[in-house]
T-cell receptor, first 110, second 113 residues
Framework: DGGITQSPKYLFRKEGQNVTLSCEQN?????MYWYRQDPGQGLRLIYY???????QKGDIAEGYSVSREKKESFPLTVTSAQKNPTAFYLC?????????FGQGTRLTVV | GEDVEQSLFLSVREGDSSVINCTYT??????LYWYKQEPGAGLQLLTY?????DMKQDQRLTVLLNKKDKHLSLRIADTQTGDSAIYFC?????????????FGRGTQLTVWP
């Protein structure tokens, strides 16, 4: 199946722990993105990468980190420095037009 | 997100047309998008329109773009209960990274049988 796979679908972590969210795509897209969605809100951009081994901060990058070692993969680490990590996280990828999203990971920090 | 505005709720009867409206602020946006989100799911790309177009039609969906007023609308013909979802309008980054999108807060569409 072609698409964007995010795992896991649900994630629970204790406060103070780092956690890594997985995002894999087999669409051969160069660009990949991480967005955060809070209840009743639109999506906000955390980080994006237009090419392997390169990435840029989005609008709310504080407390997050990413890597882009392979074209297919763009993992997001939510660190203990992120003050309000509980949210729905969406990964996306893009060819030259259109932005396509995965099914999301719901992170709950207790 | 505060640059893209949408009304929060819309209710229609099954079989009627739905019109979801959106205003945006950046005249340099290249593409404008409509996404659909069902509960607990990711965003499904419904359609997008290039900024030099006025209208785009795709089966039951019609997108109208008024660049002068920076107004975008999505019309769903013959609305079905399966169309009940949250619909997001988004504009792309101000002229550079095409995938860097700015979203509205979403319009919750409820379709009554």
């Amino acid at each position: 199946d072609g698409g964007i796979t995010q795992s896991p679908k649900y994630l629970f972590r204790k406060e103070g722990q780092n956690v890594t969210l997985s995002c894999e795509q087999n669409l051969n897209h160069d660009a990949m993105y991480w967005y955060r969605q809070d209840p009743g809100q639109g999506l906000r951009l955390i980080y994006y990468s237009q090419i392997v081994n390169d990435f840029q901060k989005g609008d709310i990058a504080e407390g997050y980190s990413v890597s882009r070692e392979k074209k297919e993969s763009f993992p997001l680490t939510v660190t203990s420095a992120q003050k309000n990590p509980t949210a729905f996280y969406l990964c996306a990828s893009s060819p030259d037009r259109g932005v396509f999203f995965g099914q999301g990971t719901r992170l709950t920090v207790v | 997100g505060e640059d893209v505005e949408q009304s929060l709720f819309l209710s229609v009867r099954e079989g009627d047309s739905s019109v979801i409206n959106c205003t945006y602020t950046d005249s340099s946006s290249t593409y404008l998008y409509w996404y659909k989100q069902e509960p607990g799911a990711g965003l499904q790309l419904l359609t997008y329109i290039f900024s030099n177009m006025d209208m785009k039609q795709d089966q039951r969906l019609t997108v109208l773009l008024n660049k002068k007023d920076k107004h975008l609308s999505l019309r769903i013909a013959d609305t079905q209960t399966g169309d009940s979802a949250i619909y997001f309008c988004a504009e792309n980054d101000r002229g550079s990274t095409l995938g860097r999108l700015y979203f509205g807060r979403g319009t919750q569409l409820t379709v009554w049988p």
